[in-house]
């Protein structure tokens, strides 16, 4: 009987062991492909269009306004954005799976938050297969998705050390 327990526990350990090559194949399915077009409208009613920053490094944080993690991740992101304020760096905030009466704009006001807001962003959350909240994708100049994170850490450096790469 311990015999067959300390087969079982092997095998597990073995199918265990190669399961994050699998989770790290498919991530890098997405990551290094061509961002994925879209236009969405934003908080303020304005057209978005994501062809109107070709050429430019843009950060996507989908979010949702109920969502913990993106509330403690949003000042670290807002102190990054405010810090390359003088590059051309463009932060979009994509709000989706939001409830019915959720104003994404206002939460992020009165949170101090100064990036571009876009609403109902469902549609683009599924291009850019996005699983959860928050999930924040770093897009280099040439169109290409250079790294994916689900971190909610503000302090993160990953964060400044990616925002680094996409402005070369």
Same mark, same amino acid.
């Given at each position: 009987m311990k015999l067959v327990w300390s087969?079982?526990?092997?095998? +597990?350990?073995?199918f265990l062991s190669f399961m994050p090559l699998h989770v790290a194949d498919a991530a890098a399915k997405v990551e290094e492909s061509v961002a994925p077009h879209f236009e969405l409208?934003? +908080?303020?009613? /304005?057209?978005f269009n994501l062809h109107d920053y070709a050429g430019k490094p843009v950060? $996507?944080?989908f979010w949702a306004t109920w969502c913990p993690y993106c509330k403690?991740?949003?000042?670290? $992101?807002? #102190?990054l954005?405010? #810090?390359?304020?003088?590059?051309? $760096? /463009? &932060?979009i905030g994509i709000s989706f799976n939001e409830d019915a009466d959720a104003n994404p704009a206002q939460s992020l006001l009165d949170r101090g938050i100064g &990036?571009?807001? $876009?609403? #109902?962003?469902?549609?683009? +959350?599924?291009?850019?297969e996005v699983k959860?909240?928050?999930?924040t994708v770093?897009?280099?100049r040439s169109g290409h998705i250079v790294w994916i994170t689900h971190t909610a850490d503000p302090n993160d450096v990953n964060l400044d050390k990616a925002l680094q790469y996409i402005l070369q």
């Open positions: 087969g079982i526990s092997i095998l +597990a350990l073995l409208t934003r +908080a303020d009613g /304005q057209p950060i $996507l944080h403690k991740l949003q000042p670290g $992101l807002e #102190k954005r405010i #810090k390359y304020q003088h590059t051309d $760096l /463009q &932060m &990036m571009i807001t $876009l609403v #109902k962003g469902d549609e683009v +959350a599924g291009l850019y959860g909240t928050p999930t770093f897009i280099d």
